[in-house]
T-cell receptor, first 111, second 114 residues
Framework: DTAVSQTPKYLVTQMGNDKSIKCEQN?????MYWYKQDSKKFLKIMFS???????INETVPNRFSPKSPDKAHLNLHINSLELGDSAVYFC??????????FGAGTRLSVL | QKEVEQNSGPLSVPEGAIASLNCTYS??????FFWYRQYSGKSPELIMS????GDKEDGRFTAQLNKASQYVSLLIRDSQPSDSATYLC??????????????FGQGTELSVKP
């Protein structure tokens, strides 16, 4: 019974396409995050939601749009994909203590 | 200067030795510090958290914090080949409304040789 689950695990697409990644947590946490990990393994926060409210919005192109329909779900939609968007995207959740639990990641490859 | 810095490695130690991983951070007001382990192709997994100066031990792992020097370290005693992974240092920056934000270092790759 996975605590933080992301779909899909792999995503291969062409430049210019629009794609979405979904995340769900069953831990009852109020806070969820999206991170991007590049090819050098540098993990950088993109967005944070607390109980459906946007809390953190880092310097991310506005082609990236998060959406939280309820506190257990946080989705990421990406418009007009570019080569530089290729990375592993991790969803995470937290009970509010700064300790974060990560999903398995979505490996996005833009061709 | 990067906000959280680690040596990228790889750090290679023989099985049974002590592995020492280091991390420095730039924001003196930071209060919460974490070590995550990430196996290749997997997600980060929390292994230690530390909030006060000094040492915190959990099994074979010891986290050390020195806020005056802005330095956090992780010691792994009796290193095992299964400890081979990338270790990420993470810091919660000070200030309100940070939403539990963590800033990660670039990670140190550890290789434990049998």
């Amino acid at each position: 019974d996975t605590a933080v689950s992301q779909t899909p695990k792999y995503l291969v697409t062409q430049m210019g396409n629009d794609k979405s990644i979904k995340c769900e947590q069953n831990l009852g946490h109020d806070t969820m995050y999206w991170y991007k990990q590049d090819s050098k393994k540098f993990l950088k926060i993109m967005f944070s939601y607390n109980n459906k409210e946007l809390i953190i919005n880092e310097t991310v192109p506005n082609r990236f749009s998060p959406k939280s329909p309820d506190k257990a779900h946080l989705n990421l939609h990406i418009n007009s994909l570019e080569l530089g968007d290729s990375a592993v995207y991790f969803c995470a959740s937290s009970p509010g203590s700064y300790i974060q639990y990560f999903g398995a990641g979505t490996r996005l490859s833009v061709l | 200067q990067k906000e959280v810095e680690q040596n990228s490695g790889p750090l290679s130690v023989p099985e049974g030795a002590i592995a020492s991983l280091n991390c420095t951070y730039s924001d003196r007001g930071s209060q919460s510090f974490f070590w995550y382990r990430q196996y290749s192709g997997k997600s980060p997994e929390l292994i230690m958290s530390i909030y006060s100066n000094g040492d915190k031990e959990d099994g074979r792992f010891t986290a050390q914090l020195n806020k005056a020097s802005q330095y956090v370290s992780l010691l792994i005693r009796d290193s095992q080949p299964s400890d081979s992974a990338t270790y990420l240092c993470a810091v919660n920056p000070p200030g309100n409304n940070q939403g539990g934000k963590l800033i990660f270092g670039q990670g140190t790759e550890l290789s434990v040789k049998p």
